[in-house]
């Protein structure tokens, strides 16, 4: 994300801040004349009317400011050049826990239909205004929440349609969108291709694509369907939409968070565990966010035991279901490459719902990889906000699934970023541990820190508030303040040296 965010523009160099900046004299309505000593610029305790002008003058330029941010962001990421990305054929490729040999075509086409089911969560634009801003778009700031939106997205598949269910109408989406893919070294080594879409059939399979709806709604997955179409309604971009942008802003308030600020992975996951909290639709599913790069089993097992709020009545009367994110620093300022194979080991797992993360002022969903490289989706792509007609979906499919897969380097990956996991049950859970457990104790991970730890019992078990604050008063000395309130500069008498 390359783009200046809105929230910047108060950090806009000194020429482009008095643009913003009134000047004082605008403020004043005239000199004081000789009869008029204690004039101070108002009239009678009162704002002069040359006042009033500039500050409604002030708040247009803002609003201007804003708006051409917003508008160069939507002209920036409206437009979009398609690369060819390249996949090894010697190599295995891991999605979400599901291992692909492409020198198999069965493989290549199930990795296509697997990979174009994920669902596609992006930039948009021309949606209803967020409350308490002037923004109808969230191109240039939006990317981590896209992001975040995706991981809760395919953990609500997993929890709706579990990890082994495609998208039926994937094959028509595939023949158009991924064939252009196909690595060349397919085709040179002899393997057998995938027949190739002449230029006449095209126009059949859009055909076909008019028509899926009515096929899928007369198959015997008709069921599933209607979830897959259901979860999608719940991210629209409308203030009603559970999960939608304007929600997700709504939640980010209580952290300190606007419209048109960055938001940092460890924020968006408390996001998400709050709007699943509120959310009507999830009343049988919970989030549980680790505290310290620690998940205490007995918390989350709590979790698991409560029966869901009488939202739905069909609903049974069983427990919850849970989505486990772990906020994760892996490194300093870049990826330290001592825990790049513990997070490929993670992506083998079926549990693993994705990463969230990035590179430096630019989110991506990870959600596989292949030798050096993470399978990614980009968000940063702006779209006209898609009809919430549902039923028209098969005609949308370039909005909500991506079909274009991409690659990026494991040492590009910003460290900070939030771990992903779905259990659907308690017993899930504890079989979770011990997979997650042993990857992240594997002998050849012994010699480094771990990423994160599962703990037995509960938080308030540790008393961590209580042994922060013995420590703070045992261990701190408060150094004596000079001027204006700021600490002095240690000397080393100050240490103990051992």
């Not at 504890?430 to 991970?445: G, I, K, Y």
């Not at 420590?471 to 000079?482: C, F, R, T, Y």
Request: charged content about 25%.
């Amino acid at each position: 994300m390359n783009s200046v965010s809105p929230s910047s523009v108060q950090y806009l160099s000194t020429g482009e801040e008095d643009l913003l900046r009134p000047e004082p004299s605008r403020f004043l309505a005239h000199s004081p004349s000789r009869g008029e000593k204690n004039y101070n610029g108002y009239f009678n305790g009162a704002e002069s009317p040359s006042q009033n002008e500039a500050l409604e003058v002030d708040k247009i330029k803002s609003k201007l400011i804003s708006a051409g941010i917003s508008a160069w962001n939507n002209v920036k990421y409206g437009w979009t050049v398609k690369t060819k990305t390249n996949f090894s054929r010697t190599s295995p490729l891991y999605l979400l826990g599901h291992c692909y040999s492409l020198e198999l075509e069965d493989d290549i086409e199930a990795f296509k239909k697997d990979f174009v089911t994920r669902l596609w969560l992006t930039y948009r634009r021309e949606f209803p205004q967020l409350e308490g801003s002037i923004w109808t778009t969230d191109c240039g700031w939006g990317c981590m929440l896209r992001s975040g939106q995706m991981l809760l997205a395919q953990g609500l598949m997993a929890h709706f349609l579990t990890r082994g269910w495609t998208w039926p109408d994937s094959l028509a989406a595939v023949e158009i969108e991924l064939e252009p893919f196909r690595p060349r070294s397919f085709l040179k080594a002899g393997v057998s291709s995938s027949r190739q879409v002449p230029t006449a059939q095209r126009g059949r399979n859009r055909r076909t694509q008019e028509l899926c709806a009515e096929f899928i709604w007369n198959s015997q997955d008709a069921e599933k369907e209607r979830h897959h179409r259901n979860i999608i309604s719940w991210f629209g971009d409308h203030p009603a939409a559970s999960f939608g942008v304007h929600q997700l802003v709504e939640h980010g308030k209580s952290s300190g968070k606007k419209a048109g600020d960055w938001y940092g992975p460890s924020i968006v996951a408390h996001i998400i565990r709050r709007s699943v909290e509120e959310a009507c639709e999830t009343q049988d599913l919970t989030v549980y966010v680790a505290q310290d790069c620690t998940v205490y089993k007995a918390d989350v097992i709590r979790l698991c035991e409560q029966t869901p709020a009488a939202c739905d009545s069909n609903l049974p009367a069983k427990g919850k279901s849970v989505i486990i994110l772990v906020p994760v620093r892996l490194g300093g300022e870049t990826l330290n490459p001592v825990y790049m194979s513990c997070v490929k080991e993670i992506f083998k797992l079926e549990w693993c719902v994705g990463i969230i993360g990035g590179k430096p002022k630019h989110s991506l969903y990870f959600i596989g990889f292949q030798g050096r490289f993470f399978l990614t989706i980009d968000s940063e792509e702006c779209s006209p906000l898609p009809s919430k007609e549902v039923s028209t979906f098969p005609l949308l499919h370039k909005s909500f699934h991506c079909t274009s897969p991409r690659k990026m380097a494991l040492s590009k990956m910003d460290p900070s970023c939030t771990i992903g996991f779905y259990a659907r049950n308690k017993t899930e859970f504890e079989a979770l541990c011990v997979d997650v457990t042993r990857v992240l104790n594997s002998s050849a991970f012994r010699e480094t820190y771990s990423i994160f730890t599962f703990a037995e019992g509960h938080a308030q078990d540790y008393r961590l508030d209580d042994l922060c604050s013995q420590l703070s008063e045992q261990a701190v000395q408060v150094p004596n303040i000079g001027k204006r309130g700021k600490a002095k500069r240690p000397s080393t008498e100050d240490f103990v040296f051992l």
